[in-house]
C-alpha cells in the first residue's frame, strides 16, 4: 500500500522517535494498515517497541514522537499527503491520508498491468513444494484436492513475491502398497470369469479396482480363468501403477495443476541409496540395532520416541526412504522445502526434520503444513467418506460437478490448519451468494463498462499518468484503497505459507467495487470524471484479473 508515501514516512517517523526517545540505529518502524477502518489509513507501533526497550510510558513516548513528526511533515514534501496523526492506547500512531495520496497511486496499477501485485527480493530463496504426493493406489480424493489447490496456489504466490519457487509430487512407487495394488487388480481379474476368490480385507475396495480388472483383461487380450492365471504377478502390479499414476496426472491437469517436478521412490530412494544413508546415520551413531531391528535415534532431536528404519525381517520402515528423499531434496540446492501433508502427519514432521538434523542439514529450511480435512456438504447434509472401504468424493467427481473454477476456490477458503466445509449446492448457483460466481461477475461487469463506454461514448480511461483529482468521493477512495492493498495480501500470504488471506481479499474487492458501482456513475455527462472512474474500474479489472490467474481461476469478460 502506497510505497513510497510509506518508505518516506518511515523516514520521518525514524527521525522523530530518535529524538522524542534515543532511537537505536537498526531500530525497525513497521507501518501496516489497521484492522479497524476508523483507527486511520496507517497505524505504527513504534512507540510501543521504543517504550519497552526504555522503559517509559508508550502514550507518553507517542505524544513525543507525534510533536516531533508534525513539525517534520510540515518541513516535508509530503506533509500535504497526511492529513491527520492520532495518538490511540496504549500507544499506536495512527495515520489518515489524503484523497492526493491515494490518487497518486492509483496510476502504478494500469502502468504496471499483469504485473501489478508482483514484488521482488534481494535475497529470493530456491523453494520446493510437495504437494499431494499420493500413492498411485486410486484416485485422488477430495483431501488431496485441497492439498493441490493450497500447493498450486501457494508456488504461485511464492513466484509472485520474488521466490523461485517450483511444484513437486512424490510417487510412492517403492513400498508394499503396489503389491497390494497389483493383488488387488489380479484377484478381482480372476473373478471377472466366475472364479470365487478371498478378497484379503487389505486389499483396495471400491468399484474402481473392478474396472481396472475389466481393463487390464481388454487390453491384455484375457478371455477366461488360464489367461488370468498364465500372465506374471509382476504384470499386474506395473499395469495398476501406470493405469492410475495416469488417471492421477488427468485429474490434476482437469484441475489446472502442473508439476514441475515428479521424484519417484523407486528412483530417488532405491535400496542401495538407503543403505548408503542409513550407513551415513549409523557412522555419525545415529543408528543402532536393536532387536534384530536398525533404530534412529530421533529422541536426540526432540522426537518423543526413535524410530525403526529397517525391521527384523529386512524390511525398511516408510521413514527409510522418506530420509533418503529429504536428503535428495536439501542436495539438489533449494533454500526452503515446504511439505504439505495430510492431518494424519503430524507425527511425520518431527521425525523428518530430527534425520534432517542427523545428516547435518539446516532444519529451519524446512517447513511442513498440515492441511485439515475439507467436509463436503450437499442438500445440507454431510456426505459420509472412507477410503479404505473405496467410498470417497474424487476430485474429477468435484470437477466434473462445480467446475475447476468453483472447486479450486472453495478448497481456498479457510486457512490450512482449519477444517472446511464445502457446499456442493452454493458452489453451483449462478449468483451473488457464490463466492466465485460474485468475483467473476465483478470482472465481468468492468469488462461490459469499458466495451460500452468505448462503443457508446467513445470515452476510454484517463492514461497512468493522470492526476485522478477528481476521485474524492468516498466509494472511489475506498476502492482504490482496497486495490493498493493487493501487493501486501500477497506478501502476506507469502510469509504465511498459506493462501487463505488471497480469495478473502478478492471477496473483499469485488464487494468495494459492487458498492462503489451502485453509488457512482462511471459514464457521466463529465467526461473528464467519466474518464478517471473509467481508469479506476480498469484498475480494479486488473486487480481481479492478476487475483485469478494465481488463484488459477478464469476471468470471464461476459457472464
Not at 529524538?19 to 505504527?44: I, N, Q, R, T
Not at 532405491?270 to 529422541?299: C, M, N, P, R, V
Not at 526434520?353 to 463436503?376: H, P, S
Request: aromatic share 8%; net charge neutral; with cysteine.
Amino acid at each position: 500500500m502506497l510505497p513510497q508515501l510509506k518508505s518516506a514516512l518511515q523516514a520521518l517517523i525514524r527521525i522523530s522517535a530518535g529524538k522524542a526517545g534515543s532511537l537505536p540505529e537498526a531500530f525497525p518502524v513497521m507501518l501496516e494498515a489497521p484492522a479497524l477502518k476508523e483507527h486511520g489509513d496507517l497505524s505504527c507501533n513504534v512507540a510501543l517497541v521504543l517504550a519497552k526497550a526504555l522503559r517509559t510510558n508508550p502514550l507518553e513516548l507517542a505524544e513525543k514522537i507525534k510533536v516531533e513528526l508534525l513539525a517534520a511533515l510540515g518541513a516535508s514534501a509530503i506533509g500535504g499527503k497526511v492529513l491527520s496523526v492520532e495518538v490511540v492506547k496504549p500507544g499506536f500512531l495512527n495515520f489518515r491520508l489524503s484523497p492526493l495520496a491515494f490518487a497518486e497511486a492509483l496510476g502504478d496499477i494500469p502502468r504496471l498491468g499483469a504485473a501489478y501485485g508482483r514484488s521482488s527480493l534481494a535475497v529470493p530463496k530456491r523453494v520446493l513444494v510437495e504437494f499431494v504426493s499420493a500413492n498411485p493406489t486410486g484416485p485422488l480424493t477430495v483431501a488431496h484436492a485441497r492439498q493441490a489447490a493450497v500447493g498450486d496456489v501457494l508456488v504461485n504466490i511464492l513466484n509472485a513475491t520474488g521466490h523461485h519457487a517450483e511444484r513437486e509430487f512424490y510417487v510412492n512407487d517403492g513400498g508394499n502398497q503396489i503389491r497390494t495394488l497389483g493383488l488387488s487388480v489380479q484377484l478381482r481379474t480372476k473373478e471377472l470369469f466366475g472364479t470365487a476368490v478371498a478378497y484379503p480385507e487389505d486389499c483396495y475396495q471400491g468399484d474402481y479396482i473392478k474396472e481396472m480388472a475389466g481393463i487390464f483383461a481388454r487390453e491384455r487380450g484375457i478371455v477366461d480363468l488360464a489367461g488370468a492365471e498364465a500372465l506374471a504377478f509382476e504384470d499386474y502390479c506395473v499395469f495398476s501403477k501406470d493405469y492410475l499414476m495416469a488417471v492421477i496426472r488427468e485429474d490434476l491437469r482437469l484441475f489446472r495443476v502442473k508439476f514441475d517436478n515428479w521424484s519417484f521412490e523407486s528412483q530417488v530412494a532405491s535400496a542401495d541409496k538407503i543403505a548408503a544413508t542409513l550407513a551415513e546415520l549409523q557412522a555419525k551413531g545415529f543408528i543402532y540395532e536393536k532387536d534384530g531391528a536398525l533404530w534412529f535415534a530421533s529422541t536426540r532431536f526432540g522426537d518423543d520416541k526413535d524410530r525403526v528404519v529397517r525391521k527384523s525381517d529386512g524390511f525398511y520402515t516408510y521413514l527409510a526412504p522418506d530420509i533418503v528423499y529429504h536428503k535428495n531434496k536439501y542436495d539438489r540446492g533449494f533454500d526452503l522445502l515446504v511439505d504439505i501433508l495430510g492431518p494424519d502427519h503430524h507425527g511425520y514432521i518431527p521425525r523428518i526434520k530430527a534425520a534432517a538434523q542427523a545428516l547435518g542439514k539446516d532444519v529451519t529450511a524446512l517447513e511442513g503444513l498440515i492441511i485439515q480435512l475439507a467436509t463436503i456438504f450437499r442438500d445440507g447434509k454431510q456426505l459420509r467418506m472412507s477410503t479404505r472401504a473405496g467410498e470417497f468424493i474424487s476430485l474429477r467427481e468435484v470437477v466434473n460437478e462445480v467446475g475447476a473454477d468453483a472447486g479450486r476456490f472453495f478448497l481456498l477458503m479457510r486457512q490450512v490448519n482449519q477444517q472446511l466445509e464445502f457446499d456442493i449446492d452454493l458452489a453451483k448457483k449462478q449468483a451473488p451468494e457464490n463466492p466465485v460466481f460474485y468475483i467473476q461477475y465483478a470482472h465481468a461487469r468492468i469488462c461490459s463498462i469499458l466495451r460500452k463506454a468505448r462503443e457508446e461514448a467513445a470515452l476510454t480511461p484517463a492514461p497512468a499518468d493522470s492526476s485522478f483529482l477528481l476521485l474524492k468521493a468516498d466509494a472511489e477512495i475506498e476502492l482504490i484503497k482496497k486495490m493498493l492493498q493487493f501487493p501486501d495480501i500477497l506478501v502476506l500470504c507469502a510469509q504465511q505459507l498459506d493462501p487463505a488471506a488471497l480469495p478473502r481479499y478478492m471477496q473483499e474487492l469485488a464487494g468495494t467495487l459492487h458498492k462503489f458501482y451502485d453509488q457512482c456513475r462511471v459514464i457521466d455527462e463529465n467526461k473528464e470524471l467519466s474518464a478517471e472512474r473509467l481508469a479506476l474500474v480498469d484498475s480494479a479489472r486488473i486487480v481481479l484479473f492478476n487475483g485469478l490467474t494465481i488463484l488459477g481461476i478464469t476471468a470471464p469478460e461476459k457472464m
